[in-house]
């Protein structure tokens, strides 16, 4: 069983879309985040969540919108894609929000034509 | 704030042989430490961590690291390397306060080789 599940794997599309991605897990755990690991393989957080709410957004555009329906899902959606980007994009969950993941989904490379 | 760095980008070994991967911190504050592996094409997993107690700590994998305040290093160790080790590792610090974000290091890419 997957820990932590991320949809797609692979997702290519152009400048100015909008595009969304999805992570599930089903760990119980109450803290879910979304981290960005750029070309040379830095990885930065850019959102957490505590049982639906949010606790860390970071210096992100406003054009990268996280929803958590339920503490089992937090999904990120980018709106008005920039070639900047591309990346690959990894959800996280932990039991709690002490800070540190416990668990990764698998990433979500997303390459902007 | 805090940062991590990690020395080297790229650590080639034989099988069997040991490894270290080198890991300093900077933090004007008490810090908690960890390493991460990332297997290709695959999210980060936790090798191990540094809370509290005993500065050595033992891992997954057979992965040991060492705290080392006066030096502000957290080293990573292992004895002797497999194929299978080839990997990503990533060296990370937060502050001792709940909901403190993680820092990651650049990561060092592991090849281990027959």
């Not at chain 1, 069983?1 to 999805?22: C, E």
């Not at chain 1, 709106?79 to 416990?102: H, I, K, M, R, W």
């Not at chain 2, 008490?30 to 980060?44: A, E, I, M, R, T």
């Amino acid at each position: 069983d997957t820990a932590v599940s991320q949809t797609p794997k692979y997702l290519v599309t152009q400048m100015g879309n909008d595009k969304s991605i999805k992570c599930e897990q089903n760990l119980g755990h109450d803290t879910m985040y979304w981290y960005k690991q750029d070309s040379k393989k830095f990885l930065k957080i850019m959102f957490s969540y505590n049982n639906k709410e949010l606790i860390i957004n970071e210096t992100v555009p406003n054009r990268f919108s996280p929803k958590s329906p339920d503490k089992a899902h937090l999904n990120l959606h980018i709106n008005s894609l920039e070639l900047g980007d591309s990346a690959v994009y990894f959800c996280a969950s932990s039991q709690d929000s002490t800070g540190q993941p416990q668990h990764f989904g698998d990433g979500t490379r997303l390459s902007i034509l | 704030a805090q940062s991590v760095t990690q020395l080297d980008s790229q650590v080639p070994v034989f099988e069997e042989a040991p490894v270290e991967l080198r890991c300093n911190y900077s933090s004007s504050v008490s810090v908690y430490l960890f390493w991460y592996v990332q297997y290709p094409n695959q999210g980060l997993q936790l090798l191990l961590k540094y809370l509290s107690g005993s500065t050595l700590v033992k891992g997954i994998n057979g992965f040991e690291a060492e705290f080392n305040k006066s030096q502000t290093s957290f080293h990573l160790r292992k004895p002797s390397v497999h194929i299978s080790d080839t990997a990503e590792y990533f060296c990370a610090v937060r502050k001792e306060t709940s909901g403190s974000r993680l820092t990651f290091g650049e990561g060092t890419q592991l090849t281990v080789n027959p």
